[in-house]
Nanobody
C-alpha cells in the first residue's frame, strides 16, 4: 500500500523559510506518470495546490506562490521536499503531500494517495 508521510516543523517564525519533507513508502518515487504534489489547507478554507515535481526532477508551481516555492526530489531516499520562503501568517495551514496523475487539483478526489498532513503555524 502506498503511503506518504509529511514531516517538518510545526511552528515557523514570520520571514523564515518553511521546509517540509514527504517520505513515500510502498511505491517508488521514480515511477513514471505521476506527479508528487504539495497542497495545503488554511483554517476555514479549501485545498490550495502549491506545486509538484516528478521523478525526472521537473517542477511545477502555483503561479501565486511560484516566487516563494521550491520543490525537489531525492530518489535515493524516496522523498520530495518543499521549501516556502518569506512565510507570513497567511501561510498557516495544514500541509499535505500527495500523488496524482494531473496537476493543480483542489479536491481530494483529484489525488490518488495523500499523507495525513502536518499543521504549520507561522507566528513569532
Amino acid at each position: 500500500q502506498v503511503q506518504l508521510q509529511e514531516s517538518g516543523p510545526g511552528l515557523v517564525k514570520p520571514s523564515q523559510t518553511l521546509s517540509l519533507t514527504c517520505t513515500v513508502s510502498g511505491a517508488s518515487i521514480t515511477t513514471n506518470y505521476y506527479y508528487w504534489n504539495w497542497i495545503r489547507q488554511p483554517p476555514g478554507k479549501g485545498l490550495e495546490w502549491m506545486g509538484a515535481t516528478t521523478a525526472s526532477g521537473s517542477n511545477y508551481s502555483n503561479p501565486s506562490l511560484k516566487s516563494r516555492t521550491s520543490i525537489s526530489v531525492d530518489t535515493s531516499k524516496n522523498q520530495f521536499t518543499l521549501q516556502l520562503t518569506s512565510v507570513t501568517s497567511e501561510d498557516t495551514a495544514v500541509y499535505y503531500c500527495a500523488r496524482s496523475h494531473a496537476l493543480g487539483g483542489t479536491k481530494w478526489s483529484d489525488y490518488l494517495f495523500g499523507g495525513q498532513g502536518t499543521k504549520v503555524t507561522v507566528s513569532s
